[in-house]
């Protein structure tokens, strides 16, 4: 259902170039066919890039975590392997200053808390 729903989207956005394509080459009438077709091409990748990149933004469903030797869990201060879930779906704590980590139970607790 997501890769339809994400080709949906993609189609719709392949339509949506079309016009302003057709702007850009009609500007561009007084050039070269295939100078204003590739400026025209230039200028429809600068915009529909961001588009694209949210299209086609990728959410796991297998979260990515960081196991780090030798460190007190977060939730019940025990001592040894520490887990964390780096990103899962929406959860990304790719950028976080203060990681949590925590013992293998906690950790399975925390993910039943995250909403991926």
């Not at 394509?21 to 600068?46: E, P, R, Y």
């Not at 001592?79 to 139970?105: A, F, H, L, M, T």
Request: with cysteine.
């Amino acid at each position: 259902m997501k890769l339809l729903k994400k080709y949906t989207l993609y189609l719709i956005r392949w339509q949506l170039s079309t016009p302003i394509l057709a702007i850009v080459l009609k500007l561009l009438s007084d050039m070269n066919t295939l100078t204003a077709t590739i400026i025209a091409n230039l200028i429809g990748g600068l915009i529909f890039f961001w588009v694209d990149k949210i299209i086609f933004k990728k959410k796991s469903d297998i979260p990515l975590w960081e196991i780090k030797e030798d460190v007190t869990c977060y939730d019940c201060h025990t001592k040894g392997k520490g887990y964390r879930i780096v990103e899962w779906g929406n959860y990304d704590r790719s950028d976080d200053k203060n990681p949590q980590y925590r013992c293998k139970e906690c950790s399975i607790n925390k993910m039943k808390t995250i909403n991926k």
